[in-house]
T-cell receptor, first 112, second 113 residues
Framework: DAGVIQSPRHEVTEMGQEVTLRCKPISGHDYLFWYRQTMMRGLELLIYFNNNVPIDDSGMPEDRFSAKMPNASFSTLKIQPSEPRDSAVYFC??????????FGQGTRLTVV | QQPVQSPQAVILREGEDAVINCSSSKALYSVHWYRQKHGEAPVFLMILLKGGEQKGHEKISASFNEKKQQSSLYLTASQLSYSGTYFCGTEKGSGGGADGLTFGKGTHLIIQP
């Protein structure tokens, strides 16, 4: 397996624009997590899914953030409208129940 | 709630030892440890399950005291390759390994030759 695949690797966008981050988890993993990493807050858990169903989205900062998992092999994190304070590295991770989390390479988002 | 890690940063000479601590205000099912190099994704080191478990990985080992809701990561005879940011991740006691994995803010470890 190629591991967790995220796209794009880098995204630069203007304030107010919609941003969509994509993630393909490891095949067979039934848990998928979205994290945001900044110097100030470290690795923040935004939302996680089990068998494509959102379980806990209490970490999603605002209504501007939304996440979907339409099938077992694809998830998106959308920010609309984007703001400069959303600039961060966004990681997707997948795992089996009780197992280690495998992280994607991350998407570095810059909102100008 | 994020677990609390200490210290925030530590600078060592090659060959010295370090201890990184992780504590939670919630009952824990498991503790995960990861290391992240600059510009890369976090990489798994080990998982400890409740029950006072201890684990070892080369010269890196860890303990988990579920009563105190604390875990410690021990790095002995540190090598230059150990430099990076160490994160502990915790799962609450209710999920049986099926909760969201919440990470601390990390401990920055710098090893100097």
């Amino acid at each position: 397996d190629a591991g967790v695949i995220q796209s794009p690797r880098h995204e630069v966008t203007e304030m107010g624009q919609e941003v969509t981050l994509r993630c393909k988890p490891i095949s067979g993993h039934d848990y998928l997590f979205w994290y945001r990493q900044t110097m100030m807050r470290g690795l923040e858990l935004l939302i996680y899914f089990n068998n494509n169903v959102p379980i806990d989205d209490s970490g999603m900062p605002e209504d501007r953030f939304s996440a979907k998992m339409p099938n077992a092999s694809f998830s998106t994190l959308k920010i609309q409208p984007s703001e400069p304070r959303d600039s961060a590295v966004y990681f997707c991770a997948s795992r089996l129940r009780g197992g280690q989390a495998f992280f994607g390479q991350g998407t570095r988002l810059t909102v100008v | 709630q994020q677990p609390v890690q200490s210290p925030q940063a530590v600078i060592l000479r090659e060959g010295e030892d370090a201890v990184i601590n992780c504590s939670s205000s919630k009952a824990l099912y498991s503790v995960h440890w990861y290391r992240q190099k600059h510009g890369e994704a976090p990489v798994f080191l080990m998982i400890l399950l409740k029950g006072g478990e201890q684990k070892g990985h080369e010269k890196i080992s860890a303990s988990f005291n579920e009563k105190k809701q604390q875990s410690s990561l021990y790095l002995t005879a540190s090598q230059l390759s150990y430099s990076g940011t160490y994160f502990c991740g915790t799962e609450k006691g209710s999920g049986g390994g099926a909760d969201g994995l919440t990470f601390g803010k990390g401990t920055h470890l710098i090893i100097q030759p």
